[in-house]
């Protein structure tokens, strides 16, 4: 499971209990989760979040290498509308499908043309074209490009905002995978042709350019 949605009730600070708002909430989850981690993203609108909700809360969670992140918080009890992002990511076309991560229904899946085809029809172009200066970049661009593309047809039938996907997970071959993260892929085509990591584990939407929710988790 690469996102969860929890909801809990706080109870509200007083002169007796003043305790720090972050504390408040991580304690107020499952002990079974164990640690969770708040990025500063997070932590800069939470006090915000946690009183316009009266303490009310859905706390979104999202999985990392060392345990769980928290995503997000939303009003009330929000846990029945969760949404991922199953992409496949080809050399010539991006797929996309939206699923609703309560049920497990995939809602809605479109399809675009893999831009980096402007670059190169195929792979061993591209990964000329990577070691130009800015060439790299310009490929996760455009990949990260055709994704939102793909993805905002999906959201857009299954009536699905970008906000509400916090989960994306990504099957590529290596060399696109090393694209999609902006890893120099220079030693692929070369003897004895060794890849930057093979499991790259989990990363924020973000940091990719994918338009979901920001703190999204993906996994390639």
Not at 19 to 24: K, L, S, V
Not at 70 to 76: D, F, N, S, T
Not at 113 to 124: K, S, Y
Request: proline share 5%; net charge negative; aromatic share 6%.
């Amino acid at each position: 499971m690469l996102s969860r949605a929890i909801y809990v009730g706080l109870a509200a600070p007083s002169p007796g209990d003043n305790q720090a708002d972050a504390d408040r909430l991580t304690a107020a989850l499952p002990a079974e989760l164990g640690k969770v981690t708040i990025p500063l993203t997070v932590l800069r609108r939470l006090p915000e979040m946690l009183r316009a909700a009266g303490w009310r809360i859905t706390a979104v969670l999202g999985r990392t290498e060392e345990g769980w992140r928290l995503q997000g918080v939303e009003p009330g009890d929000a846990t029945a509308r969760q949404f991922g992002l199953a992409v496949d990511a080809g050399t010539t076309t991006v797929t996309a499908a939206v699923v609703d991560l309560v049920s497990g229904r995939t809602l809605a899946v479109a399809a675009e043309e893999n831009a980096q085809i402007t670059v190169g029809e195929d792979i061993l172009t591209r990964l000329w074209a990577a070691a130009e200066p800015g060439g790299l970049a310009r490929l996760q661009e455009l990949l990260a490009g055709s994704i939102n593309q793909a993805a905002a047809q999906a959201a857009a039938e299954a009536r699905v905002v970008f906000e509400k996907i916090t989960a994306v997970a990504v099957g590529a071959n290596t060399a696109i995978t090393h694209f999609l993260l902006g890893l120099d892929p220079a030693y692929l085509y070369r003897e004895p042709y060794i890849p930057v990591v093979n499991a790259p584990g989990f990363f924020r939407a973000d940091d990719l350019g994918l338009a979901v929710h920001p703190d999204a988790v993906v996994y390639c």
